[in-house]
């Protein structure tokens, strides 16, 4: 009977730790938390961070400078799919987020971290390689920015804050 026992509670183990395994990892198939918001960082158990300069992603636009209230393309390319992923616009100056995002892909969501749409996010866990959105430059002028993104490989790999070349603010004549 002790074996029966043991083996009972093997089954039991196994079991309460698969569920909990499954709900956490539920809990992010449908967009980054707001916790990661300041530093962008996935909040999975065990996660392995690796180098944002040795990565497979790129995040760019075809503009080199913007205008108050201008609407900028952004486009993420990667080399190989991945499932999550987290974009923001920073001011250079002060690394707060910036902007508005108006255009978004399928399997994508706005999330508020300052102000309403200002940060993107993925919507499922379907695999995801080239994106395109559109980013909203504030009315005001905020100087220079950066476009930052965090991609999940999967549940325990990613990449924080890649970053692109800086976007300059334009002056106004």
Known sequence: MEDGGRAHTAIVGWACT???????AAAFSQGASLSACSDMMPRHLRVQLHSSNN?????????SFFFPGDKVPVT???????????????????NEIAGTFI????????LTCSEDG????HSDKSLKRNLSF?????????????????????YFVYWAKIESAVVAQ????
């Open 118 to 121: 200002d940060t993107v996010t």
């Open 103 to 110: 255009f978004l892909p399928p399997g994508s969501k706005l």
């Open 134 to 154: 559109v980013w909203k430059a504030p009315d005001k002028p905020i100087g220079d920015i950066k476009f930052f993104i965090s991609i999940v490989q999967s």
């Open 170 to 173: 334009g002056e106004q004549n």
């Open 18 to 24: 698969t569920l909990c395994l499954v709900s956490y």
């Open 55 to 63: 990565n497979y992603v790129t995040v760019h636009t075809n503009m």
């Open 76 to 94: 993420v390319r990667s080399t190989r799919d991945y499932m999550g992923f987290m974009l923001q616009a920073r001011k250079v100056s002060n």
